[in-house]
Nanobody
Framework: QVQLVESGGDSVQTGGSLKLSCRSSPSAYCNYVLSWYRQAPGKEREFVSVFERDGSTKYSDSVKGRFSISRDNTLNTVYLQMNNLKPEDTAMYYC????????????WGQGTQVTVSS
């Protein structure tokens, strides 16, 4: 069973940086596209960034210019480099895996907490 495991969350001060990791267990058939979402207390889960199959990247407007997503295919890992963190970035960050194949389930990791204090 394919799993996603996030790590790297921590507590930092405003302006600090963190690098999150999401490692996927191997799944050559499903070939998951990995993305990052976040959910702050009392709010809905929202899209943050995605590393597309063709290597292109997308970001939400709120993190554009501050966050950078990358992928290491040899390690089945996607990273989220977060710079110039703000208190409003405080949230649980989740990794999501999606496949073009209907029989591959959508995956979510367990989440990693990011807390930014002012």
């Amino acid at each position: 069973q394919v799993q996603l495991v996030e790590s790297g969350g921590d507590s930092v001060q405003t302006g600090g940086s963190l690098k999150l990791s999401c490692r996927s267990s191997p799944s050559a058939y499903c070939n998951y596209v990995l993305s990052w979402y976040r959910q702050a207390p009392g709010k809905e889960r929202e899209f943050v960034s995605v590393f597309e199959r063709d290597g292109s990247t997308k970001y939400s407007d709120s993190v554009k210019g501050r966050f950078s997503i990358s992928r290491d295919n040899t390690l089945n890992t996607v990273y989220l480099q977060m710079n110039n963190l703000k208190p409003e970035d405080t949230a649980m960050y989740y990794c999501k895996g999606e496949s073009v194949y209907f029989n591959c389930p959508v995956l979510w990791g367990q989440g990693t907490q990011v807390t930014v204090s002012s």
